[in-house]
């Protein structure tokens, strides 16, 4: 059984920090790229960040300069560190892992983030 559980949200004031966790089982994580997804009340889920199984990464306009993925294979973890959090960051956030040649999609239960004062 796949299972991907997210960790690591929570409550911050703006300017804050949190490192999300994504620990992920069943499936041979080195085989799939690795994204975090977030939805904010009302609007639609979009993508926050990827790293391939390459190790290269992409980033949302939004939260380049703020925000670092990365990924330990060997403990089939992938991770999320926000720095400066803001408002507008607040949302659910989803692990989503894809895999890199055929078309297999697997999500989290996702965490809730919310920065406010």
């Known amino acids: 059984q796949v299972q991907l559980v997210e960790s690591g949200g929570g409550l911050v004031q703006p300017g804050g920090s949190l490192r999300l966790s994504c620990a992920v089982s069943g499936i041979t994580m080195s085989s799939y790229n690795m994204n975090w997804y977030r939805q904010a009340p009302g609007n639609q889920r979009e993508l926050v960040a990827t790293?391939?199984?390459?190790?290269?990464?992409n980033y949302a306009d939004s939260v380049k300069g703020r925000f670092t993925i990365s990924r330990d294979d060997a403990k089939n973890t992938v991770y999320l560190q926000m720095n400066i959090l803001k408002p507008d960051d607040t949302a659910v956030y989803y692990c989503?892992?894809?895999?890199?040649?055929?078309?297999?999609?697997?999500w989290g239960q996702g965490t809730q983030v919310t920065v406010s004062s």
């Open positions: 989503n892992a894809n895999h890199r040649l055929v078309p297999v999609n697997y």
């Open positions: 790293i391939r199984s390459t190790s290269s990464t």
